[in-house]
Structure formats: C-alpha cells, structure tokens
C-alpha cells in the first residue's frame, strides 16, 4: 500500500546536496547543485536549453545517478536499493513528449503503472477510468495513443504519472508542445493534483503562465543555480495576466 493510500498524503522532501553530473571526457551538465523542495512544495525550473534542467530532474527522479553529491527524498539517500520502490510509490512523471506507447489504448497506458504496482485487473481499469475521466477523457478510452491529439496525449500522460498516488510530480517542460489551451489544462491538472494530493511539483518550464502560478522558480545556467532568470521569461513573467 502506498503512502498515499494508507492516509498520509503529504508530499515528498526532497534534499538536493552538492550535486554534479559529469559525462566524460568534458561535459559538465550540472556543478554542485544544492537546494531544497518542501512537502507540498510547487517549484518552477527554468534555464536556457543545455543549462541541466533535464538532467536535474532525472536525478531527483532516480533515473541518473550523481557523479557527485547525494540526493534525499525524506531523508533517505536514493540508491541502488530503494529506486525500484521509490518508481513505483513515490515519484511520477510527465515528460515534454508524453512517452505513451501508441499502439496500446489510453486506459491501457494508465493502466501500466499499476500493473507495476501489482494491483489486479478490475480494480485496475476501474482506477484508469476514473483518473481518464479526471482529465476529461472519458470519451477516449479505448482510442489508442496514436489516434489521440497532442493534447489528449498529454493529459493521458499525466492520468498516467498520477496513477500510482505521486508524491513527487516532476514535469519536463509539459506543456512545450501544447496550444495555449491545452497548455491550461494541463497545467490546472498538475496544479490540481498538487493541491487535492499534497503532492510536491517540479515543473520544467519555459512557459511565464506556469512560473507565476509556482511559489518558487528557480533559473539554471551552465549547470549552476543562479538567482536571475533569462532576461526573455523575466520581461513575460512580469506581464500583468489578464
Ligand atoms: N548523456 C549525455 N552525454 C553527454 N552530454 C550530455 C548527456 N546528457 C546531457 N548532456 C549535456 O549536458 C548538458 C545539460 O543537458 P540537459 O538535457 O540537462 O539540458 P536542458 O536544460 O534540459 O536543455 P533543454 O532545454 O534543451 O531540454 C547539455 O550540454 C547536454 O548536451
Ligand atoms: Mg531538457
């Protein structure tokens, strides 16, 4: 039983120390990174492409492993040991390019996190409609992937990464691809999952609507935390929204 199911919906803590991502012989996509997300917490990342933001993430996810420093998720290093579980209970993902399989249906493609989490077939579909209806798609359950819109696409990627009660959201730039629309609705089922789950949120975004509604934005540059952001999403993120 996750944590989430058994009540405690509290979102993750996550502990970011002193982390550096080499990839020999000379790229240093990430140099001594430190910062902290709260439980609860929703924090943009922003950055100039190639400055790590994606790398970053998939280190705080247990994709990638540190060349140095150490990550904590509620003050637990992630390692070896504990990333099968730390997938399958804590963390879910949406990416820019959603990543479902095509060929399978979007209750199917919901449905793979929890045959991961080994729950059995009824209660399984019953929990994808029910998420797939949550994101307003309950028109489009058995269509497979490729038939759906991008923006239909992503909205079944993010049923799919809250399927299994995340307490840790991280988005890559998730709605990059996506109409201005499109671009609202998923960020409101983010935000939603955020507030109704408790659930932590990082959000890699170019995009100046999802900076201002975060509490925090934090800006990379080569690699480094820095407190100025690119002059470009200051300038947009300090248009008045109407
Ligand atoms: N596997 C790898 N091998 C070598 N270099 C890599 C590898 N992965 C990432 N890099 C480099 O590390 C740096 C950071 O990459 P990353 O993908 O984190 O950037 P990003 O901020 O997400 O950029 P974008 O906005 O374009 O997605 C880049 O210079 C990239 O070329
Ligand atoms: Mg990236």
Redesign the pocket.
């Known amino acids: 039983m996750s944590a989430a199911e058994a009540g405690d919906a509290r979102g993750a803590h996550v502990a970011v120390e002193h982390v550096g991502r080499r990839?020999p012989p000379a790229?240093v996509?990430l140099d001594d990174v430190s910062l902290t997300l709260e439980p609860g917490e929703f924090v943009a990342l922003t950055?100039?492409?190639?400055?790590?933001?994606?790398?970053?993430l998939s280190l705080i996810g247990g994709l990638d492993r540190p060349s140095t420093g150490r990550i904590l998720v509620d003050g637990a290093p992630l390692d070896g040991q504990g990333l099968a579980r730390y997938h399958r209970e804590t963390v879910g993902f949406v990416f820019q390019h959603h990543h479902l399989l095509a060929h399978l249906t979007a209750r199917a493609n919901v449905e793979l996190p929890l045959i991961g989490a080994g729950m059995g077939a009824a209660p399984r579909r019953r929990r994808a409609e029910e998420l797939l209806a949550e994101v307003g798609l309950s028109k489009r359950l058995t269509t497979r992937a490729a038939a759906l819109s991008g923006g239909e696409r992503q909205r079944v990627a993010v049923a799919r990464a809250l399927a299994n009660e995340p307490r840790l959201l991280l988005a890559d730039?998730p709605t990059g691809a996506l109409d201005s629309t499109n671009s609202a609705l998923v960020l409101d089922l983010l935000v939603d999952a955020r507030e109704r789950r408790g659930a932590t949120l990082l959000v890699?975004t170019y995009d100046p609507l999802i900076a201002a509604r975060a509490d925090r934005v934090l800006h990379?540059r080569d690699?480094r935390l820095v407190d100025e952001p690119a002059t470009a999403l200051r300038a947009a993120a300090e248009q008045p929204q109407g």
């Open positions: 990839h790229v996509a950055g100039p492409s190639g400055s790590g933001k994606t790398t970053l730039e890699v990379l690699g």
